[in-house]
Nanobody, 122 residues
Framework: QVQLVESGGGSVQAGGSLRLSCAAS????????MGWFRQAPGKEREEVAR???????TYADSGRGRFTISRDNAKNTLYLQMNNLKPEDTAMYYC????????????????WGQGTQVTVSS
């Protein structure tokens, strides 16, 4: 059975950095669209970053310039580098996988991790 396990969350002060990891098993991250999502209490789930099959990336406005999504194919692990964190970044962060149809076409996300909590204090 496919599995995604996030780690690297924690509590940091505003301006600090965290690197979230998503270890995948059962399939290779290089053959799927991969994304990072976050959800804060009382808010809708938000896609933070996406990594397409061809290696290109997209970011939500909220994280553009501060967040970087990447993968390590040898370790079969997805990462989200988060710099200059702000209190509004506080949320549960999830990684997800979607089948790809072509280099920049992602189908519905169907694989999800359990989440890792990020808390940013002012």
């Amino acid at each position: 059975q496919v599995q995604l396990v996030e780690s690297g969350g924690g509590s940091v002060q505003a301006g600090g950095s965290l690197r979230l990891s998503c270890a995948a098993s059962g399939y290779s991250v290089r053959t799927f669209c991969m994304g990072w999502f976050r959800q804060a209490p009382g808010k809708e789930r938000e896609e933070v970053a996406r990594l397409f099959l061809d290696g290109t990336t997209t970011y939500a406005d909220s994280g553009r310039g501060r967040f970087t999504i990447s993968r390590d194919n040898a370790k079969n692990t997805l990462y989200l580098q988060m710099n200059n964190l702000k209190p509004e970044d506080t949320a549960m962060y999830y990684c997800a996988a979607a089948a790809a149809s072509g280099g920049r076409i992602c189908l519905e996300y169907t694989g999800w991790g359990q989440g890792t909590q990020v808390t940013v204090s002012s």
